[in-house]
């Protein structure tokens, strides 16, 4: 059996910054309400949950998808399944939730992705030096390849693209004004589960261009990229329904079909470039070309990361572009809550296209560390 697999609901938590508005809420009871929302609103389907797919990164370890699906109240019967790409991660989950019902092996998966950057255990290494040595993070890559942290992987992407630091600000200002904009109109309203009684994004603010000038670099001495051109650290949590086909025609519901998936490596020292050939791969493979696309939604990790992908898959989104790709603004506004982002991208696409011309095409893409890229192409039915 293959048979098209279908997000026919999505939900994601309000982004907090870490540290702040979600700072002692551990990363199941971020994610159990958006879970259990996504239950619900596909439970007129009539078929039950068959497994729970969450990408997370620096959790408190052990099956947090399976925590999470008790604690959603799905049941005893529902299992679980954690899954880390790193940054892609949330992407991933909803791909692995695909292929099952594609194949055939399930019917309903709920699949997305959390981060609790607030509560996420501290670790020291053993072994190795003198006891209690922090550690601060698991490699990217082995001893011999590039393993540099995110900021200074964009600021190094950012040299070798001629991404300027004016188009770095820019672009920010323009995800914060976006999302401002988008909260004001209501069009988050649909897709946020309230959590501890919040209901908003916790970042989103007005940015003034004199005040980004002023930050200096973040990263590297003389660099261009800044606090305020990059994402936070962040607290969420975001998933879908995936169901095939016939599930959803027989409904008759809305939804997003997905045509193809793909993961591609690139250079390590380059990550943040990883969703340029992971991009290609899936035009490829569906023939399709990136001026027919309606919906682009990238996770801005960094503005100089995204503008250095979009300028490569010719894409303008400071200027003819700018309604096609994250027009409702992105992590540099919303928060970039590393497990889960991917699945925030999925689900801004899903409200983005609500109510499109079926047919109408919807991008996502993350960029991940070690040098890997995700992207996912969606068509309206």
């Not at 609103?41 to 969450?54: C, N, R």
């Not at 959803?248 to 969703?275: E, N, Q, S, Y």
């Amino acid at each position: 059996m293959d048979e098209r697999a279908v997000v026919v609901a999505a939900r994601r938590t309000p982004i907090g910054t870490a540290g702040h508005a979600f700072r002692g809420l551990p990363s199941d009871r971020l994610a159990a309400p958006v879970v259990g929302a996504v239950a619900r609103d596909v439970a007129h389907l009539g078929v039950p949950v068959d497994d729970v797919v969450l990408g997370n990164c620096t959790g408190p370890g052990g099956n947090l998808a399976r925590v999470c699906a008790l604690a959603a109240g799905l049941g005893h019967e529902v299992p679980g399944v954690t899954v880390d790409r790193q940054c892609g991660s949330g992407l991933a989950a909803i791909l692995l939730a695909a292929q099952a019902v594609r194949s055939g092996d399930a019917d309903l998966v709920v699949a997305g992705g959390v981060e609790s950057a607030s509560t996420a255990p501290l670790r020291i290494r053993r072994g190795e030096g003198e006891p209690g040595v922090p550690y601060e993070r698991a490699p990217f890559a082995p001893e011999g390849h590039p393993d540099p942290d995110m900021g200074p992987a964009a600021e190094a992407l950012a040299a070798a693209r001629g991404v300027t630091r004016e188009r770095q600000d820019a672009y920010a200002r323009r995800s914060h004004a976006r999302a401002l904009a988008a909260r004001e109109a209501g069009r988050f309203a649909r897709e946020i589960v309230p959590v501890c009684g919040r209901a908003d994004d916790q970042r989103p603010r007005v940015l003034r261009p004199e005040s980004l000038a002023r930050l200096p670099a973040a990263f590297v001495p003389g660099g261009t990229v800044t606090a305020g051109n990059s994402s936070p650290v962040s607290d969420g949590a975001a998933a879908v329904a995936v169901v095939p086909e016939r599930l959803r025609a027989a409904a008759g519901l809305p939804g997003l079909r997905l045509l193809a998936g793909a993961v591609a490596g690139c250079d390590p020292a380059l990550p943040g470039w990883g969703p340029v050939p992971a991009v290609r791969r899936v035009l490829r493979r569906t023939g399709t070309d990136l001026e027919s696309v309606a919906a682009v939604e990238i996770v801005e990790a960094f503005a100089a990361q995204v503008l250095a992908v979009t300028d490569a898959l010719g894409l303008d989104p400071l200027g003819a572009d700018s309604e096609r790709v994250c027009a409702d603004g992105g992590a540099l506004a919303l928060g970039h809550p590393w497990g889960a982002s991917g699945a925030v991208v999925v689900t801004r696409l899903f409200s983005r296209l609500a109510g499109a011309p079926r047919g109408s095409l919807g991008l996502a893409a993350v960029a991940v560390g070690g040098g890997l890229g995700i992207a996912a192409l969606f068509e309206v039915v």
